[in-house]
């Protein structure tokens, strides 16, 4: 009997989540809101990054893609000396930023990429970790679960860009996207156990949840680090592309991804990552009653009335996502 209620129970908190997240995936938070960072273009994106000391002191910020590529948001992590570190400021304007997308119903398609050359993120920063007492660093490390949390949370699909280094929280934030592309020289894994720590960030979670129990035990209890190559062997990413001249071979690979997924129905996409991702915590009856609520949030909707006239009128759909 303790089993079924403690299955009820995580059914229960199932639900409660998801009703938040169908209210997100309907966009009933779609309202204008401030950015809080500029509209900025790819090139206005090198030069911020090669600047040095930022004026502003902006280690993270949004470039919204225009014309065919509306609604293609990228998160561009420009730490450089630190090598896209996990420090305090860090952490503090991704939190801001993605706080900001989870309440813009405009954005179809999120891609998390490096300005870095050669790095997507180093892990933590352990400077500053150094500098924190004990408690100091269980309630950073608390924050940064927290932070991936909430990027998982995203309703809208995100996908990571890793042209580089992915280690440890990289990783981890890396495992909190929907979906990972690499390139063939890419460096991943949870490198914690060699720093006498274990994935604090999400790490020791996520990686079984995409890799399998036995190749994630591996991992973790080795510390070892994986090509883009293998990486996508064992199913740690879901692209993996060699490297090009100018270093952005992933990136190129998630924009073309993305742009995948963009013409596809939003309100739809989104509540297919709701589906499957509450349905992957319950069991398979439960997870089939969350698809059907999800279903039925999709019936009414104007989109759906367009893909079925798109389909009798043999002509691509044209979704507005309402």
Not at 145 to 165: C, E, H, K, Q, Y
């Amino acid at each position: 009997m303790s089993v079924a209620r403690g299955a009820i129970r995580r059914t229960g908190r199932a639900l409660t989540q998801l009703s938040v997240e169908l209210m997100a995936a309907r966009g009933v938070f779609a309202r204008p809101i401030k950015r809080l960072f500029p509209r900025v273009s790819f090139t206005q994106t090198r030069s911020w990054c090669s600047d040095g000391p930022f004026a502003d002191r902006a280690e993270v910020r949004l470039s919204r893609l225009d014309d065919e590529d509306n609604g293609i948001v990228e998160v561009l992590m420009c730490r450089e000396r630190a090598r896209n570190s996990l420090g305090h400021v860090f952490v503090g304007q991704m939190r801001e930023l993605v706080s900001s997308l989870y309440r813009d119903a405009a954005v179809r398609v999120v891609i998390f990429k490096s300005l870095i050359p050669g790095v997507f993120c180093a892990g933590a920063d352990l400077k500053e970790r150094a500098q924190m007492s004990n408690p100091e660093a269980e309630l950073f490390v608390h924050g940064l679960r927290s932070l991936m949390n909430d990027i998982a949370a995203l309703p809208m699909p995100t996908i990571a860009a890793v042209d580089g280094f992915a280690l440890g929280g990289g990783l981890e934030l890396a495992l909190a996207c929907d979906l990972r592309t690499a390139a063939h020289s890419a460096q991943m894994g949870l490198i914690e156990t060699t720093r006498g720590l274990l994935p604090g960030a999400g790490g020791s979670q996520r990686l079984p949840r995409t890799v399998g129990f036995a190749i994630a035990k591996e991992l973790i209890f080795t510390g070892r680090r994986v090509g883009g190559e293998q990486a996508a062997e064992l199913g740690l990413v879901n692209r993996s592309v060699p490297q090009n001249q100018t270093g952005d071979a992933a990136h190129k690979e998630a924009l073309s991804l993305a742009r995948e997924i963009l013409p596809q129905a939003p309100i739809a996409v989104r509540m297919a990552k709701v589906a499957m991702n509450r349905g992957a915590e319950v069991d398979i009856s439960s997870g089939m009653a969350i698809e059907g609520m999800c279903y039925a949030r999709l019936i009414p909707t104007r989109d759906r009335q367009e893909g079925m006239a798109a389909f009798i009128e043999k002509r691509p759909p044209r979704y507005i996502g309402e």
